[in-house]
Every structure is written in structure tokens, then in C-alpha cells.
């Protein structure tokens, strides 16, 4: 199953590192992962993801 995986580098509630391992965890097993750190981003990464028209052709 794609997983297109999202995370502020400034989020301070979760630190990016958890998704960072996430990922390679996932690419160690050859999986079909993407990963999104937006630099500038805190917590609410999500309001820049579903503003991103790219994310709705990836569902498709």
C-alpha cells in the first residue's frame, strides 16, 4: 500500500524524527513511501498538505 507521509521540521508535539524513522523503515522493506518535511512548518503541517492539489491526484 503507497504511503505519502507528511511532518513540519519545527513541530515540537511530535518531533519529525518519528516520521523520518517511519519512512526509512518503510523504504528498508521496499516500500512504496513518500515523504513531504515541510522546513518551515510546526504541528499543523495538514492545512499546507490538503491545500497541495497533488495530494488528491496521489489518492487517485
Known sequence: MP???F???KDTTVPPQESIG???ALKDCNGN???TLY???GYDCWTETY???ELYQ???
Open 39 to 41: 522546513p518551515e512548518l
Open 3 to 5: 504511503v505519502w507521509a
Open 7 to 9: 511532518h513540519g521540521a
Open 22 to 24: 517511519m519512512v526509512k
Open 51 to 53: 491545500n497541495n492539489p
Open 58 to 60: 496521489w489518492f487517485l
Open 33 to 35: 513511501v513518500k515523504f
